[in-house]
């Protein structure tokens, strides 16, 4: 599903954000994406996406190989990622239901299958009875299940979450990654940024540790809290590298 | 993968009907986003129309003033005739010899003959100077010829023709041509024309500025909405849509405005203008927009709304990115 190889990402004012990353994940897999602020995590997902390119290396996702897409090409790439964000990213001047529909618009599905499809992903995440508000109304975790519900409305193959409980307690983060393993089931592929070290240990999926640009660990289960980079020593770093936070 | 998973990709299978309803649909959900934006916001956004229908009501409103004036001085020009002042002395017979003599000339309609007689008497019923002129001791008026061109001899060329002819008649002291300041005033027409044409080119490029900006400024606004759609996978001409929709409702709007701020203006005009044309002995009257050239109007106010927008917002939804 996604295939880095020997990938490096420079931003124009200098900053490797990614350096020689190399990682494949398969079809149907899901895997956590873990690491500091600045360690590399967001590029990485935003090279999926197209949001960034490649400085070197190749990107291949869904069998289609990213330095070839043309910008045309952009929109169409995207419609087959699911994209989950910590803010949400929903239009406040739109209600709920609007806000699900949005990517099957785009792509210009028949108006009986847009009301169908976003029913079910509304039903899938527990907001049916909210289809006619506004996100305003809704807390912050159902905000970001109507987020989730707006990723997963056309069936996309793939999932990407970056830092998708970031903003909510455990329970409701628990919550979220259940809905995660729920699509995982059904066979979407998901890769989800996150560190929050002791929610992704409970869960035990494949987790890729990302240090100072370079994927430093690659296990098949997660690591335990109190691993070299837990939530202690995130902690400490978090004020030291928060100024490279938006290059993330 | 399971092949539930695949139908993301399903969008194929729907029938092209289908997609061409959707797009419809969607045409008309844009189009009525567009007009909200425009409703939700009046005062602005009227600002923005009322610029927009001044910039245009300018060179149209000269434009038909000038149509007027050409339909005035057309008339005028038809009925242009030719004078001749001919030598006191000259006496009665040969007035009428001569008369039949310019009668023959080619291009020539038809000539009244206005003894000295009847000018005297016609100046002492016109000035008021009745008193006064039964002083003199002898007619001071000569006797004139008025010349009436044929149709096909009223242009400026054949009129100067016919003119030095007349002129080479030794009895003729004097030929001029009656309305020749009407031909000047076509003359100056012509040139109101080309500065007409040339302010309405210079408007309608104001006119697609004010659009053009205007709809950056809504992008702007909208770079949030912009920047999450483009991540759920829109093209640009999606994107495009509404902003497109909004510049076509302000030169919708605009020319209506335009419309009404003409024809307020020419009824406005009309009371005067009769009563100047009523000083004339005329029957004028203003003509206004004809119902096609109302639409030409309205045709080229959305055209150009539509213009503005669609150059401003390629170039600026290029240059918002999501982050």
């Known amino acids: 599903m996604i295939e880095f190889s020997d990938v490096s990402k420079r931003y124009p004012n200098g900053q490797d954000a990614l350096r020689n990353v190399s990682f494949e994940i398969a079809d149907g897999e899901m895997a956590f994406l873990t690491g500091h602020s600045g360690a590399g995590k967001s590029t990485m997902l935003k090279l999926i996406c197209l949001m960034e390119r490649a400085t070197s290396g190749q990107v291949v996702v869904n069998n289609k190989n990213l330095n070839r897409t043309s910008r045309r090409k952009i929109p169409g790439v995207r419609r087959n990622i699911g994209m989950i964000f910590q803010d949400h990213r929903l239009l406040f001047d739109r209600s709920v239901f609007d806000n699900v529909a949005l990517p099957l618009m785009i792509a210009g599905y028949p108006h009986r299958e847009i009301g169908r499809r976003v029913r079910a992903a509304l039903d899938k995440v527990g907001l049916l009875s909210k289809e006619k508000h506004s996100p305003i109304m809704l807390s912050g975790g159902e905000q970001q299940r109507v987020g989730i519900a707006r990723a997963v409305v056309n069936k996309p193959p793939l999932l990407l979450a970056d830092e998708p409980t970031g903003n909510l307690d455990p329970k409701l983060s628990g919550e979220i990654m259940h809905l995660f393993e729920q699509f995982n089931q059904v066979g979407v592929s998901l890769l989800i940024a996150s560190h929050d070290l002791s929610l992704i240990a409970q869960m035990h999926y494949r987790t890729l540790v990302m240090k100072e640009g370079r994927l430093v660990e690659d296990q098949a289960d997660a690591p335990e809290p109190d691993d070299s980079i837990g939530l202690d020593s995130y902690n400490e770093q978090s004020d030291h590298t928060k100024s490279g936070d938006h290059y993330e | ?323």
Request: net charge neutral.
């Open chain 2, 1 to 323: 993968m399971s092949s539930e998973q695949l139908s993301g990709a399903s969008l194929s299978q729907t029938t092209i009907s289908a997609r061409l309803k959707m797009l419809s649909r969607l045409h008309k959900i844009e189009a009525k986003r567009g007009l909200m934006e425009i409703i939700v916001n009046p005062f602005s956004n009227f600002m923005t129309i009322l610029v927009i229908a001044i910039a245009l009501a300018l060179p149209s409103g000269l434009q038909i003033l000038l149509e007027n004036g050409k339909t005035l001085s057309s008339n005028w020009d038809g009925a242009s005739r030719i004078s001749l002042y001919l030598k006191t002395e000259l006496k009665e017979t040969k007035l009428h010899a001569l008369a039949n003599l310019v009668r023959e000339t080619k291009g020539v309609e038809k000539v009244d003959v206005i003894t000295q007689e009847e000018a005297l008497a016609d100046f002492k019923e016109r000035s008021g100077f009745a008193d006064a002129i039964a002083q003199l001791d002898a007619n001071p008026l000569p006797p004139v010829l008025v010349v009436q061109p044929k149709a096909t001899h009223t242009s400026p060329q054949a009129s100067e023709l016919l003119l030095a002819e007349f002129k080479t008649h030794p009895e003729v002291e004097l030929a001029q041509l009656d309305l020749d300041w009407v031909r000047k005033l076509y003359a100056l027409l012509q040139l109101a024309e080309k500065a007409a044409s040339a302010l309405g080119l210079a408007l309608a490029l104001a006119v697609l500025l004010i659009v053009g900006n205007t709809i950056r400024l809504s992008v702007q606004n909208r770079r949030e909405e912009i920047e999450v759609v483009k991540l759920v996978g829109a093209t640009d001409a999606f994107i495009r849509r509404p902003f497109l929709y909004t510049g076509f409702w302000y030169g919708l709007f605009a020319g209506i405005t335009c419309w009404l701020l003409l024809n307020i203006s020419i009824l406005w005009l009309s009371d005067p203008v009769a009563k100047l044309a009523g000083l004339y002995q005329s029957q004028f009257e203003i003509a206004g927009l004809s119902f096609i050239q109302s639409i030409q109007l309205i045709a080229i106010s959305c055209g150009l709304g539509l213009l503005g927008s669609w150059l401003s917002v390629g170039r600026h939804i290029r240059l918002i990115e999501p982050h």
